[in-house]
Each structure stands twice: as structure tokens, then as C-alpha cells.
């Protein structure tokens, strides 16, 4: 998907450059707050340019915690550890567990935006990992 549609398809908009996490992505994403940081759940569009994917990571929380996408432009992938990668596109909900090891970005072709809800908890942190791999991604079809 070209930026020119996929702007039309975004209807919550790209937002700013995502530089405060900038250093647990591959490429460039860009983050959108829609609600405020200190209410929980806290919603925020995060935009991923094509090939653009976030480091592995685990939304830490003693009880409770974890993540919703709901995807709103574009196309992207999800991966839990161990498990193969999932197709996204508009429409389509992710439900992650809190303590479940993970990444998610855009397709190589396609720009990509979901909202990120964070989910309240007891004691939540995100724990950044590695990357994703060039050659892992590259691996991935569809």
C-alpha cells in the first residue's frame, strides 16, 4: 500500500515521529496518543513505515496487564515466540497476554497502523528485547 492511500485509510493519522522508542525498532514508526498516558487503558495509533517492525518485547504485570491492537490501515504482522507469524489488516484484533514474548510491525510493501491499548494491571512494565532479525523477516510470506 502506497502512503498516498494508505493516509486515506488511516483515519486516526501517523501522529510524530516515534523517537522516545526509537531504539526498539527496525525503521521508522510514528505515534499518535488518543487518549492520556496516565488513564488506563491508554490508546495510541502507532504507524509503521513499510518494513518497519518493532523489537521483541513482553508486557510484563503480575496480574492483569498485556495488549490489544486493533488494526486500522494497511498491512502487517504479528508474531508471538515460537509461534508463526499472523497477517494483519484492517479489522483485525490482537489479544496478548501479559508475559507473552512478541513483535509486530508492517509488511515490507505497506504502511501499517493499529491501535495499541494498553491493558491495566498490577505491577506492568515492557521488558525490550532483540530484533527482529533481517533474515527472519525477510522469511515471512503473505
Known amino acids: 500500500m ?3 492511500q494508505f493516509e486515506e485509510q488511516n483515519i486516526f493519522g501517523k501522529g510524530a515521529a516515534n523517537t522516545a522508542y526509537a531504539d526498539y525498532f527496525v525503521g521508522k514508526s510514528y505515534l499518535h496518543p488518543l ?7 491508554f490508546f495510541a ?5 513499510p518494513g518497519c517492525r518493532n523489537h521483541w518485547h513482553i508486557h ?4 492483569g496487564g498485556g ?3 486493533l488494526c486500522v490501515a494497511g498491512s502487517g504482522w504479528y508474531q508471538e515466540w515460537g509461534n508463526p507469524a499472523r497477517s494483519l489488516n484492517p479489522g483485525d484484533v490482537v489479544e496478548i497476554l501479559a ?16 491501535i495499541a491499548v494498553e491493558m491495566p494491571g498490577e505491577n506492568t ?4 528485547l532483540e530484533a ?3 533474515e527472519e523477516y525477510n522469511a515471512l510470506h503473505g
Open 2 to 4: 502506497q502512503e498516498i
Open 60 to 63: 510484563r504485570a503480575e496480574k
Open 99 to 114: 508475559n507473552v514474548k512478541h513483535w509486530h510491525g508492517a509488511k515490507k510493501n505497506s504502511w501499517f497502523s493499529h
Open 45 to 49: 495509533n502507532v504507524t509503521f513505515e
Open 125 to 128: 512494565s515492557s521488558e525490550w
Open 67 to 69: 495488549q490489544i491492537l
Open 132 to 134: 527482529v532479525t533481517d
Open 35 to 41: 487518549t492520556s498516558p496516565e488513564n488506563k487503558p
